[in-house]
């Protein structure tokens, strides 16, 4: 099973900052890596699929890079709606689908 | 556009079962894979279960298998889950999920609480 760890855990970033969540797989999975963004009492919405294609509708202040075992997620100017937790997962070995502990983005 | 609308989650006894639907429309159901996700309460997300276009192949985590039982009817728009012998770390917002190679659809989920 392939383990994804997220960090930070916390992300404090005021509006207007760029905001920049980390993700490693333990082992490679290449690209296929997506980002989910969860909202408070709301379902996950995917972000970005193919570790840095912007899914639909998604803004494009969002951006994902990396490729192998290192991930990151960029918000290149946070907005007050973009508090959320977000999560990495793997798609390139299954099952199991494996999902990081999530980096909670706070607005300073 | 692309709905997916689970129900049938409740409060239910260690060792209960249950039943979960998820009806949608907005798609062709028959030609997509289809999977159950589940969160426990103020954690992370946890792949349960995937079930391929025809129903023919199947996947569950481990922490599930032997307990759960994904199904799906294409002439129905539904796909369900049975669960049963269930535990208290099986409580968790169930979520049916879209599958295309990532999961790109998400419902609003379902909540199923176990305790006595």
């Known amino acids: 099973e392939i383990v994804m760890t997220q960090s930070p855990a916390t992300l404090s970033v005021s509006p207007g900052e760029r905001a920049t969540l980390s993700c490693r797989a333990s082992q490679s999975v290449r690209s296929n890596l997506a980002w989910f963004q969860q909202k408070p009492g709301q379902s996950p919405r995917l972000l970005i699929y193919g570790a840095s294609s912007r899914a639909t509708g998604i803004p494009a202040r969002f951006s994902g890079s990396g490729s192998g075992t290192e991930f990151t997620l960029t918000i290149s100017s946070l907005q007050s709606e973009d508090l959320a937790v977000y999560y990495c997962q793997q798609y390139n070995n299954w099952p199991p689908w494996t999902f990081g502990q999530g980096t909670k983005v706070e607005i300073k | 556009q692309v709905q997916l609308v689970e129900s049938g989650g409740g409060l239910v006894k260690p060792g209960g079962s249950l039943r979960l639907s998820c009806v949608v429309s907005?798609?062709?159901?028959?030609?997509?894979?289809m999977t159950w996700i589940r969160q426990a309460p103020g954690k992370g997300l946890e792949w349960v279960s995937y079930i391929s276009s025809s129903g023919g192949l199947v996947y569950y985590a481990d922490s599930v298998k032997g307990r759960f039982t994904i199904s799906r009817d294409n002439d129905k728009n539904s796909l369900y889950l049975q669960m049963k012998s269930l535990r208290a770390d099986d409580t968790a917002m169930y979520y049916c999920?879209?599958?295309?190679?990532?999961?790109?659809?998400w419902g609003q989920g379902t909540l199923v609480t176990v305790s006595s």
């Open positions: 907005g798609f062709t159901f028959s030609d997509y894979y």
């Open positions: 999920v879209r599958e295309i190679g990532v999961f790109d659809n």
